[in-house]
Protein backbone atom coordinates (compact mmCIF):
# COMPACT_ATOMS: atom_id res chain seq x y z
CA UNK A 1 0.00 0.00 0.00
CA UNK A 2 1.43 3.09 -0.96
CA UNK A 3 2.09 6.17 1.55
CA UNK A 4 0.21 8.91 1.99
CA UNK A 5 1.58 12.33 0.94
CA UNK A 6 2.04 14.05 4.21
CA UNK A 7 3.65 10.66 5.50
CA UNK A 8 5.93 10.29 2.63
CA UNK A 9 7.11 14.07 3.42
CA UNK A 10 7.72 13.20 6.88
CA UNK A 11 9.82 10.26 5.77
CA UNK A 12 11.62 12.43 3.32
CA UNK A 13 12.43 14.38 6.68
CA UNK A 14 13.21 11.63 8.27
CA UNK A 15 16.02 10.44 6.00
CA UNK A 16 17.63 13.99 4.72
CA UNK A 17 20.89 14.59 5.71
CA UNK A 18 21.13 16.63 8.88
CA UNK A 19 23.68 19.60 9.13
CA UNK A 20 23.75 21.65 12.32
CA UNK A 21 25.68 25.32 12.24
CA UNK A 22 26.52 27.05 15.03
CA UNK A 23 28.26 30.73 14.47
CA UNK A 24 29.65 31.91 17.85
CA UNK A 25 30.86 35.25 18.48
CA UNK A 26 33.31 36.40 21.08
CA UNK A 27 34.79 39.84 21.92
CA UNK A 28 38.29 39.84 21.35
CA UNK A 29 41.52 41.80 23.35
CA UNK A 30 41.49 44.78 20.78
CA UNK A 31 37.36 44.23 20.71
CA UNK A 32 37.42 42.49 17.25
CA UNK A 33 35.14 39.74 17.26
CA UNK A 34 36.64 36.32 17.53
CA UNK A 35 34.26 33.97 15.38
CA UNK A 36 33.98 30.66 15.60
CA UNK A 37 32.12 28.37 13.17
CA UNK A 38 31.31 24.84 14.40
CA UNK A 39 29.09 22.27 12.10
CA UNK A 40 27.64 18.77 12.97
CA UNK A 41 26.57 16.02 10.72
CA UNK A 42 26.86 12.67 9.45
CA UNK A 43 29.58 11.57 7.15
CA UNK A 44 29.02 9.44 4.15
CA UNK A 45 29.10 5.55 4.99
CA UNK A 46 31.28 5.34 2.20
CA UNK A 47 33.82 6.72 5.04
CA UNK A 48 34.92 9.82 2.70
CA UNK A 49 32.83 12.97 2.56
CA UNK A 50 34.06 16.10 0.77
CA UNK A 51 33.61 19.83 2.57
CA UNK A 52 33.61 22.68 0.27
CA UNK A 53 35.14 26.18 1.44
CA UNK A 54 33.92 29.30 0.01
CA UNK A 55 35.05 30.12 -3.13
CA UNK A 56 33.98 32.25 -5.84
CA UNK A 57 30.69 34.56 -4.99
CA UNK A 58 29.66 38.48 -6.40
CA UNK A 59 32.84 39.03 -8.00
CA UNK A 60 35.06 37.65 -5.28
CA UNK A 61 37.34 34.88 -5.51
CA UNK A 62 39.26 32.54 -3.01
CA UNK A 63 36.84 33.45 -0.25
CA UNK A 64 38.80 30.21 1.68
CA UNK A 65 41.54 32.78 2.94
CA UNK A 66 39.11 33.94 5.06
CA UNK A 67 38.75 30.54 6.90
CA UNK A 68 41.49 29.58 9.44
CA UNK A 69 42.21 26.86 12.37
CA UNK A 70 40.03 24.32 10.18
CA UNK A 71 39.97 21.14 12.19
CA UNK A 72 37.78 18.12 12.39
CA UNK A 73 37.14 15.82 15.04
CA UNK A 74 36.83 11.80 14.28
CA UNK A 75 38.57 12.66 10.70
CA UNK A 76 41.43 12.86 8.41
CA UNK A 77 41.82 15.81 6.53
CA UNK A 78 43.69 16.10 3.41
CA UNK A 79 43.43 18.56 0.07
CA UNK A 80 41.09 18.11 -2.65
CA UNK A 81 41.28 18.49 -6.33
CA UNK A 82 40.15 21.84 -6.23
CA UNK A 83 41.71 24.60 -4.15
CA UNK A 84 38.36 24.90 -2.31
CA UNK A 85 37.43 20.83 -1.43
CA UNK A 86 38.68 19.47 2.16
CA UNK A 87 38.24 15.58 1.89
CA UNK A 88 37.23 14.46 5.34
CA UNK A 89 38.30 10.31 5.73
CA UNK A 90 36.44 8.80 8.61
CA UNK A 91 34.65 5.74 9.65
CA UNK A 92 31.22 4.96 7.49
CA UNK A 93 28.55 7.12 8.90
CA UNK A 94 30.60 8.62 11.79
CA UNK A 95 28.85 11.91 13.54
CA UNK A 96 31.71 14.88 12.59
CA UNK A 97 31.88 17.68 14.02
CA UNK A 98 33.74 20.66 11.20
CA UNK A 99 35.27 23.64 13.76
CA UNK A 100 36.91 26.84 11.97
CA UNK A 101 37.87 30.32 12.81
CA UNK A 102 36.63 33.55 10.35
CA UNK A 103 39.09 36.20 9.53
CA UNK A 104 39.19 39.73 7.69
CA UNK A 105 41.56 38.80 4.74
CA UNK A 106 42.07 41.88 3.49
CA UNK A 107 43.69 45.22 5.06
CA UNK A 108 42.30 48.28 6.22
CA UNK A 109 38.45 49.23 6.85
CA UNK A 110 35.31 48.85 4.94
CA UNK A 111 35.89 51.53 2.01
CA UNK A 112 34.37 52.66 -1.36
CA UNK A 113 36.97 51.54 -3.56
CA UNK A 114 36.80 47.93 -2.85
CA UNK A 115 33.99 45.08 -2.91
CA UNK A 116 32.43 44.89 0.62
CA UNK A 117 31.06 41.46 0.04
CA UNK A 118 33.98 39.49 1.96
CA UNK A 119 33.61 38.91 5.87
CA UNK A 120 34.39 41.75 7.59
CA UNK A 121 35.58 41.94 11.09
CA UNK A 122 36.19 44.90 12.58
CA UNK A 123 36.97 46.43 16.56
CA UNK A 124 32.69 46.53 17.67
CA UNK A 125 31.62 44.28 14.75
CA UNK A 126 31.11 42.33 11.91
CA UNK A 127 29.42 42.01 8.73
CA UNK A 128 28.79 38.37 7.12
CA UNK A 129 27.05 37.54 4.11
CA UNK A 130 26.35 33.34 3.68
CA UNK A 131 28.56 33.09 0.65
CA UNK A 132 31.50 34.11 1.56
CA UNK A 133 31.75 32.28 4.69
CA UNK A 134 30.06 28.96 5.00
CA UNK A 135 31.93 25.78 4.47
CA UNK A 136 29.30 23.08 3.08
CA UNK A 137 29.64 19.10 3.30
CA UNK A 138 28.97 17.44 0.08
CA UNK A 139 25.60 15.74 1.14
CA UNK A 140 23.49 16.70 -1.71
CA UNK A 141 20.46 19.22 -2.15
CA UNK A 142 17.97 17.78 0.01
CA UNK A 143 19.94 18.20 3.26
CA UNK A 144 17.56 19.82 6.20
CA UNK A 145 19.99 22.67 7.80
CA UNK A 146 19.82 24.33 11.50
CA UNK A 147 21.94 27.26 12.51
CA UNK A 148 22.08 28.47 16.27
CA UNK A 149 24.20 32.61 16.13
CA UNK A 150 25.62 33.71 19.87
CA UNK A 151 27.16 36.93 20.62
CA UNK A 152 28.46 38.24 23.38
CA UNK A 153 26.05 40.43 25.67
CA UNK A 154 25.60 43.75 24.73
CA UNK A 155 26.10 43.21 21.29
CA UNK A 156 23.40 43.77 18.44
CA UNK A 157 22.83 40.62 16.23
CA UNK A 158 20.14 40.85 12.94
CA UNK A 159 19.64 38.86 10.30
CA UNK A 160 17.74 37.26 8.11
CA UNK A 161 18.18 34.09 9.24
CA UNK A 162 15.63 35.43 12.08
CA UNK A 163 13.08 34.52 9.48
CA UNK A 164 13.77 31.24 9.87
CA UNK A 165 16.53 28.70 8.90
CA UNK A 166 15.81 25.28 6.76
CA UNK A 167 17.98 24.75 3.47
CA UNK A 168 21.47 25.73 2.87
CA UNK A 169 20.29 28.42 0.57
CA UNK A 170 18.49 30.19 3.89
CA UNK A 171 22.55 30.72 5.18
CA UNK A 172 24.34 31.07 1.50
CA UNK A 173 21.91 33.76 1.04
CA UNK A 174 21.47 35.63 4.20
CA UNK A 175 23.25 38.78 5.99
CA UNK A 176 24.34 38.30 9.63
CA UNK A 177 25.25 41.79 11.20
CA UNK A 178 26.88 42.11 15.18
CA UNK A 179 28.04 44.95 17.20
CA UNK A 180 27.08 48.62 17.66
CA UNK A 181 24.09 48.30 15.12
CA UNK A 182 20.39 49.73 16.08
CA UNK A 183 17.70 47.44 14.73
CA UNK A 184 14.61 49.60 13.96
CA UNK A 185 11.45 47.79 13.09
CA UNK A 186 8.21 48.54 11.14
CA UNK A 187 5.11 46.01 10.91
CA UNK A 188 3.62 45.69 7.74
CA UNK A 189 0.69 43.48 7.25
CA UNK A 190 1.91 41.65 10.24
CA UNK A 191 5.47 41.15 9.02
CA UNK A 192 8.52 42.41 10.44
CA UNK A 193 10.38 45.08 8.25
CA UNK A 194 13.48 45.30 9.93
CA UNK A 195 16.81 48.18 9.32
CA UNK A 196 20.20 47.50 10.96
CA UNK A 197 22.08 50.31 11.12
CA UNK A 198 25.32 51.52 12.16
CA UNK A 199 27.17 54.76 12.60
CA UNK A 200 26.81 58.47 12.95
CA UNK A 201 26.24 61.65 10.66
CA UNK A 202 23.87 59.94 8.26
CA UNK A 203 21.63 62.48 6.05
CA UNK A 204 18.42 61.23 7.81
CA UNK A 205 17.69 59.57 11.35
CA UNK A 206 18.03 55.99 11.43
CA UNK A 207 14.00 55.97 12.15
CA UNK A 208 13.81 57.57 8.46
CA UNK A 209 15.88 55.24 6.79
CA UNK A 210 13.71 52.69 8.77
CA UNK A 211 10.47 54.10 7.90
CA UNK A 212 12.31 54.43 3.93
CA UNK A 213 12.92 50.76 4.27
CA UNK A 214 8.94 49.73 4.96
CA UNK A 215 8.01 52.26 1.80
CA UNK A 216 10.11 50.74 -0.59
CA UNK A 217 8.84 47.28 0.74
CA UNK A 218 5.31 48.20 0.94
CA UNK A 219 5.20 49.42 -2.63
CA UNK A 220 6.90 46.22 -3.68
CA UNK A 221 4.07 43.91 -2.28
CA UNK A 222 1.73 46.26 -3.93
CA UNK A 223 2.61 45.74 -7.21
CA UNK A 224 2.94 42.22 -6.97
CA UNK A 225 0.15 42.20 -5.17
CA UNK A 226 1.04 40.01 -2.38
CA UNK A 227 1.00 39.99 1.28
CA UNK A 228 4.32 41.60 2.97
CA UNK A 229 6.97 38.95 3.75
CA UNK A 230 9.29 39.87 6.63
CA UNK A 231 12.73 41.39 5.58
CA UNK A 232 15.78 42.66 6.47
CA UNK A 233 18.13 45.42 5.17
CA UNK A 234 21.71 45.81 6.44
CA UNK A 235 22.88 50.05 6.51
CA UNK A 236 27.19 49.94 7.01
CA UNK A 237 29.16 53.20 6.10
CA UNK A 238 32.17 52.98 4.24
CA UNK A 239 34.58 55.42 3.88
CA UNK A 240 35.59 57.33 0.81
CA UNK A 241 37.84 60.04 -0.38
CA UNK A 242 36.36 63.40 -0.09
CA UNK A 243 33.57 64.52 -2.15
CA UNK A 244 33.17 61.01 -3.18
CA UNK A 245 29.41 59.49 -2.96
CA UNK A 246 28.53 55.64 -3.24
CA UNK A 247 26.49 53.66 -2.38
CA UNK A 248 25.46 49.81 -3.14
CA UNK A 249 24.64 46.40 -2.29
CA UNK A 250 23.03 42.86 -2.78
CA UNK A 251 19.94 41.46 -2.77
CA UNK A 252 19.86 38.01 -0.89
CA UNK A 253 16.19 37.15 -1.23
CA UNK A 254 14.40 38.10 2.16
CA UNK A 255 17.14 41.18 2.98
CA UNK A 256 19.71 43.45 1.49
CA UNK A 257 23.33 44.35 2.21
CA UNK A 258 23.67 47.66 1.65
CA UNK A 259 26.74 50.08 1.89
CA UNK A 260 26.89 53.67 1.65
CA UNK A 261 28.89 56.71 2.30
CA UNK A 262 27.46 58.86 5.15
CA UNK A 263 27.07 61.61 2.54
CA UNK A 264 24.43 59.71 0.22
CA UNK A 265 21.66 61.02 -1.28
CA UNK A 266 18.19 59.95 0.22
CA UNK A 267 16.68 59.57 -3.10
CA UNK A 268 19.11 57.44 -4.89
CA UNK A 269 18.72 55.34 -1.40
CA UNK A 270 15.38 54.84 -2.27
CA UNK A 271 16.19 53.78 -5.89
CA UNK A 272 18.79 51.61 -4.89
CA UNK A 273 16.21 49.68 -2.38
CA UNK A 274 13.48 49.45 -4.77
CA UNK A 275 15.77 47.72 -7.42
CA UNK A 276 16.62 45.36 -4.67
CA UNK A 277 13.61 44.14 -3.45
CA UNK A 278 12.34 43.63 -6.75
CA UNK A 279 15.37 41.04 -7.62
CA UNK A 280 12.84 38.85 -4.81
CA UNK A 281 10.49 38.75 -7.49
CA UNK A 282 12.92 39.04 -10.53
CA UNK A 283 14.14 36.79 -11.18
CA UNK A 284 14.38 34.61 -8.06
CA UNK A 285 10.19 33.84 -8.32
CA UNK A 286 10.24 33.66 -12.26
CA UNK A 287 12.60 30.82 -12.83
CA UNK A 288 16.07 32.21 -11.21
CA UNK A 289 19.16 32.13 -13.59
CA UNK A 290 21.37 29.63 -14.76
CA UNK A 291 24.55 28.97 -12.67
CA UNK A 292 28.24 29.00 -13.32
CA UNK A 293 30.47 31.41 -15.18
CA UNK A 294 27.94 31.74 -18.10
CA UNK A 295 25.44 33.54 -15.56
CA UNK A 296 25.83 36.90 -16.54
CA UNK A 297 24.65 36.11 -20.06
CA UNK A 298 21.56 36.27 -18.38
CA UNK A 299 21.69 39.54 -16.65
CA UNK A 300 20.06 41.35 -19.31
CA UNK A 301 16.48 40.04 -17.94
CA UNK A 302 17.85 39.60 -14.17
CA UNK A 303 19.12 43.36 -13.79
CA UNK A 304 17.60 44.78 -17.36
CA UNK A 305 14.17 44.13 -16.42
CA UNK A 306 14.59 45.20 -12.80
CA UNK A 307 15.65 48.11 -13.63
CA UNK A 308 12.63 48.92 -15.57
CA UNK A 309 10.52 47.52 -12.84
CA UNK A 310 11.97 49.95 -10.42
CA UNK A 311 10.68 52.82 -12.34
CA UNK A 312 7.14 51.17 -12.63
CA UNK A 313 7.14 49.94 -8.90
CA UNK A 314 8.45 53.52 -7.94
CA UNK A 315 5.39 54.86 -9.61
CA UNK A 316 3.12 52.86 -8.98
CA UNK A 317 3.75 52.75 -5.30
CA UNK A 318 4.26 56.64 -5.06
CA UNK A 319 8.17 56.55 -3.96
CA UNK A 320 8.74 59.28 -7.03
CA UNK A 321 6.88 60.98 -9.02
CA UNK A 322 6.27 60.54 -13.10
CA UNK A 323 8.68 63.84 -13.92
CA UNK A 324 11.31 62.16 -11.59
CA UNK A 325 10.63 58.93 -13.31
CA UNK A 326 10.98 60.47 -17.14
CA UNK A 327 13.69 61.88 -15.89
CA UNK A 328 15.37 58.84 -14.55
CA UNK A 329 14.82 56.99 -18.23
CA UNK A 330 16.47 60.09 -20.27
CA UNK A 331 19.37 59.65 -17.80
CA UNK A 332 19.24 55.90 -18.55
CA UNK A 333 18.96 56.17 -22.41
CA UNK A 334 21.75 59.02 -22.23
CA UNK A 335 24.13 56.06 -20.40
CA UNK A 336 22.78 53.59 -23.22
CA UNK A 337 23.62 55.48 -26.07
CA UNK A 338 26.83 56.76 -25.04
CA UNK A 339 28.27 53.31 -23.86
CA UNK A 340 31.40 52.86 -25.38
CA UNK A 341 30.37 48.87 -25.53
CA UNK A 342 26.85 49.26 -26.28
CA UNK A 343 27.08 47.26 -29.38
CA UNK A 344 28.69 44.25 -28.15
CA UNK A 345 27.16 41.04 -28.23
CA UNK A 346 25.73 39.35 -25.11
CA UNK A 347 28.68 37.23 -25.41
CA UNK A 348 31.06 39.69 -24.87
CA UNK A 349 29.14 40.23 -21.36
CA UNK A 350 29.68 36.98 -20.00
CA UNK A 351 33.77 37.41 -20.30
CA UNK A 352 33.59 41.31 -19.64
CA UNK A 353 31.14 41.77 -16.24
CA UNK A 354 33.72 41.39 -13.73
CA UNK A 355 36.48 43.09 -15.43
CA UNK A 356 35.18 46.56 -16.90
CA UNK A 357 32.49 48.64 -15.58
CA UNK A 358 30.90 49.46 -18.86
CA UNK A 359 30.33 45.54 -19.28
CA UNK A 360 29.11 45.25 -16.29
CA UNK A 361 26.37 48.00 -16.88
CA UNK A 362 25.17 47.48 -20.30
CA UNK A 363 22.95 44.46 -19.34
CA UNK A 364 21.37 46.73 -17.01
CA UNK A 365 20.62 49.26 -19.86
CA UNK A 366 20.20 47.13 -22.83
CA UNK A 367 17.92 44.86 -20.97
CA UNK A 368 15.76 48.24 -19.42
CA UNK A 369 15.45 49.16 -23.19
CA UNK A 370 14.27 45.84 -24.47
CA UNK A 371 11.74 45.61 -21.99
CA UNK A 372 10.19 49.03 -22.62
CA UNK A 373 10.06 48.05 -26.54
CA UNK A 374 8.86 44.42 -25.70
CA UNK A 375 6.04 46.09 -23.52
CA UNK A 376 5.07 48.48 -27.07
CA UNK A 377 5.26 45.70 -28.82
CA UNK A 378 2.92 43.63 -26.54
CA UNK A 379 0.22 46.66 -26.04
CA UNK A 380 -0.03 46.66 -29.56
CA UNK A 381 -0.63 43.34 -30.18
CA UNK A 382 -2.98 43.34 -27.72
CA UNK A 383 -4.49 46.54 -28.34
CA UNK A 384 -3.48 48.09 -24.81
CA UNK A 385 -5.06 45.19 -22.75
CA UNK A 386 -1.77 43.69 -21.80
CA UNK A 387 1.60 44.67 -21.10
CA UNK A 388 4.76 43.19 -19.45
CA UNK A 389 2.74 43.22 -16.05
CA UNK A 390 0.93 40.18 -17.18
CA UNK A 391 3.64 38.43 -18.86
CA UNK A 392 5.61 38.77 -14.96
CA UNK A 393 2.11 37.36 -13.99
CA UNK A 394 2.10 34.36 -16.36
CA UNK A 395 5.76 33.57 -15.47
CA UNK A 396 4.89 33.33 -11.12
CA UNK A 397 3.81 30.03 -12.44
CA UNK A 398 6.89 28.36 -14.19
CA UNK A 399 7.40 24.83 -14.02
CA UNK A 400 10.40 23.95 -11.67
CA UNK A 401 13.75 23.60 -13.42
CA UNK A 402 13.01 26.14 -16.09
CA UNK A 403 14.76 29.16 -15.65
CA UNK A 404 12.97 32.59 -16.13
CA UNK A 405 14.81 33.37 -19.52
CA UNK A 406 13.50 30.10 -20.76
CA UNK A 407 10.03 31.48 -19.40
CA UNK A 408 10.18 34.73 -21.33
CA UNK A 409 9.09 34.11 -24.51
CA UNK A 410 6.41 31.07 -23.31
CA UNK A 411 4.74 33.57 -21.70
CA UNK A 412 4.67 36.75 -23.94
CA UNK A 413 3.28 34.12 -26.34
CA UNK A 414 1.02 33.05 -24.08
CA UNK A 415 0.03 36.39 -22.79
CA UNK A 416 0.19 38.31 -26.05
CA UNK A 417 0.29 35.71 -29.05
CA UNK A 418 2.99 37.19 -30.38
CA UNK A 419 7.03 35.56 -30.73
CA UNK A 420 9.96 37.83 -29.59
CA UNK A 421 12.51 34.96 -30.18
CA UNK A 422 13.57 37.38 -33.25
CA UNK A 423 13.54 40.32 -31.44
CA UNK A 424 16.22 38.98 -28.37
CA UNK A 425 18.48 37.64 -30.91
CA UNK A 426 18.81 41.00 -32.73
CA UNK A 427 18.62 43.24 -29.64
CA UNK A 428 20.39 41.08 -26.86
CA UNK A 429 22.27 38.04 -28.56
CA UNK A 430 23.65 40.20 -31.35
CA UNK A 431 23.67 43.31 -29.76
CA UNK A 432 22.09 45.92 -31.73
CA UNK A 433 21.25 49.07 -30.58
CA UNK A 434 17.71 48.88 -28.78
CA UNK A 435 15.28 51.54 -30.87
CA UNK A 436 12.01 52.03 -28.48
CA UNK A 437 9.61 52.53 -30.56
CA UNK A 438 8.20 56.93 -30.52
CA UNK A 439 4.45 55.64 -28.84
CA UNK A 440 6.20 53.57 -26.06
CA UNK A 441 5.57 55.64 -23.50
CA UNK A 442 2.09 57.15 -24.29
CA UNK A 443 0.98 60.14 -22.55
CA UNK A 444 4.26 60.83 -21.12
CA UNK A 445 5.93 61.99 -24.57
CA UNK A 446 7.35 60.84 -27.85
CA UNK A 447 10.48 59.01 -28.17
CA UNK A 448 12.50 60.51 -30.34
CA UNK A 449 16.08 59.68 -31.93
CA UNK A 450 18.40 62.72 -31.84
CA UNK A 451 21.75 63.83 -33.63
CA UNK A 452 23.68 64.40 -30.28
CA UNK A 453 26.81 66.25 -30.86
CA UNK A 454 29.96 64.04 -29.73
CA UNK A 455 31.65 64.99 -26.54
CA UNK A 456 35.02 65.93 -26.57
CA UNK A 457 36.93 67.53 -23.48
CA UNK A 458 40.09 68.46 -25.31
CA UNK A 459 42.04 68.94 -22.35
CA UNK A 460 44.42 66.71 -20.20
CA UNK A 461 44.64 67.24 -16.66
CA UNK A 462 46.58 66.24 -13.81
CA UNK A 463 45.95 64.99 -10.33
CA UNK A 464 44.77 67.35 -8.00
CA UNK A 465 46.60 69.17 -5.55
CA UNK A 466 46.82 69.35 -1.62
CA UNK A 467 43.85 72.73 -1.87
CA UNK A 468 41.67 70.53 -4.63
CA UNK A 469 42.94 72.35 -7.55
CA UNK A 470 44.26 70.32 -10.71
CA UNK A 471 46.54 71.43 -13.47
CA UNK A 472 45.91 71.79 -16.77
CA UNK A 473 48.66 69.67 -18.42
CA UNK A 474 48.15 69.77 -22.00
CA UNK A 475 45.41 71.34 -24.90
CA UNK A 476 44.27 69.20 -27.90
CA UNK A 477 45.35 71.44 -31.07
CA UNK A 478 42.14 72.15 -33.19
CA UNK A 479 39.85 71.96 -30.34
CA UNK A 480 36.87 74.66 -29.20
CA UNK A 481 38.64 74.23 -26.07
CA UNK A 482 41.77 75.38 -27.55
CA UNK A 483 39.74 78.26 -29.42
CA UNK A 484 38.34 78.95 -26.37
CA UNK A 485 41.57 80.11 -24.50
CA UNK A 486 42.21 77.40 -22.65
CA UNK A 487 46.16 77.11 -22.03
CA UNK A 488 48.79 74.53 -20.04
CA UNK A 489 49.57 75.66 -17.19
CA UNK A 490 46.22 76.68 -16.20
CA UNK A 491 44.85 75.20 -12.76
CA UNK A 492 41.04 74.21 -12.44
CA UNK A 493 39.14 75.19 -9.21
CA UNK A 494 35.48 74.07 -10.14
CA UNK A 495 33.14 73.55 -13.09
CA UNK A 496 30.28 75.68 -12.87
CA UNK A 497 28.31 75.04 -15.70
CA UNK A 498 27.62 72.10 -18.21
CA UNK A 499 28.18 68.45 -17.60
CA UNK A 500 31.14 66.26 -18.38
CA UNK A 501 29.93 63.64 -21.39
CA UNK A 502 27.30 66.39 -22.57
CA UNK A 503 28.23 67.97 -25.63
CA UNK A 504 24.69 69.70 -25.82
CA UNK A 505 25.22 72.23 -23.62
CA UNK A 506 27.72 74.41 -22.95
CA UNK A 507 30.40 73.63 -20.33
CA UNK A 508 31.95 76.51 -18.12
CA UNK A 509 35.19 76.05 -16.02
CA UNK A 510 36.81 78.08 -13.57
CA UNK A 511 40.16 78.54 -13.33
CA UNK A 512 43.33 80.19 -12.09
CA UNK A 513 45.90 81.67 -14.71
CA UNK A 514 48.98 83.37 -13.16
CA UNK A 515 47.17 84.73 -9.99
CA UNK A 516 43.80 85.85 -12.23
CA UNK A 517 40.43 83.49 -11.55
CA UNK A 518 38.35 84.03 -14.55
CA UNK A 519 35.70 81.29 -15.83
CA UNK A 520 35.74 79.91 -19.68
CA UNK A 521 32.82 78.80 -21.26
CA UNK A 522 32.92 76.72 -24.92
CA UNK A 523 31.24 73.67 -26.02
CA UNK A 524 33.22 70.69 -25.83
CA UNK A 525 32.55 68.62 -29.35
CA UNK A 526 34.20 68.16 -32.32
CA UNK A 527 31.26 68.78 -34.12
CA UNK A 528 30.48 64.98 -35.16
CA UNK A 529 27.02 63.70 -34.03
CA UNK A 530 25.41 60.17 -32.71
CA UNK A 531 22.22 59.25 -32.60
CA UNK A 532 21.10 58.98 -28.51
CA UNK A 533 17.14 58.27 -28.46
CA UNK A 534 15.43 60.70 -25.66
CA UNK A 535 11.68 60.90 -24.03
CA UNK A 536 10.09 64.07 -25.55
CA UNK A 537 7.33 65.66 -23.18
CA UNK A 538 5.16 68.04 -24.32
CA UNK A 539 4.53 71.29 -22.65
CA UNK A 540 0.82 70.24 -22.13
CA UNK A 541 1.34 66.79 -20.98
CA UNK A 542 -1.50 64.97 -19.13
CA UNK A 543 0.92 64.04 -15.97
CA UNK A 544 -2.28 61.58 -14.04
CA UNK A 545 -2.29 60.02 -17.35
CA UNK A 546 1.27 59.59 -17.76
CA UNK A 547 1.94 58.29 -13.99
CA UNK A 548 -0.63 55.36 -14.95
CA UNK A 549 1.30 54.72 -18.19
CA UNK A 550 4.43 54.25 -16.16
CA UNK A 551 2.60 52.56 -13.79
CA UNK A 552 1.28 49.71 -15.66
CA UNK A 553 -2.25 50.48 -14.84
Given amino acids: MMASSAAALVMA ?44 WGGESELWNGIESLVVEDADVSQGDEARVRVLTHAPGAALTVRYQLVQDWQGVPNAEQSNYRPILQPGFLHLIGNTWI ?37 MSSVLVAGDYQVFTTELDGA ?109 LSEGFTEFLTQRVGVNGGLWTAEESIASWNGALQEYWTSPVNDQPNSAITTGFWAER ?42 EGVTAPQAFLPAVQAVAGIDLSAEIEHYINQGNLVDIPADAFGACGEVVTLDQPVFEYGLTWGDPLEDGRRPLEAVESGTNAERAGFLPGMFLIERVGGAYGDASQESVLRVEHEGEIREIGYLPTNGETFPLQQIIVADDVDWQACTRVLAGR
Fill in 358 to 399: DYQRLPYLRGMMFAARAEALIREATQGQRDLDDVFQHMLNVE
Fill in 192 to 300: AIRTGIRGEGWPMSEQAFADEVARVVAASHAYWNTPAEPYFVSIMPVDAPENWQSLGGTNLGDSFAFFATRNLDPSMLTEILTHEHTHTWMPLRLGGLIDGDEQPSEYW
Fill in 135 to 171: AEPDLGSDKAVTMDLQAPEGWTLASDMDHGVSTMDDI
Fill in 13 to 56: LQTAPQVHYQLSIEEGADTRPVVTVELRFDGETDGSTDLYLPDN
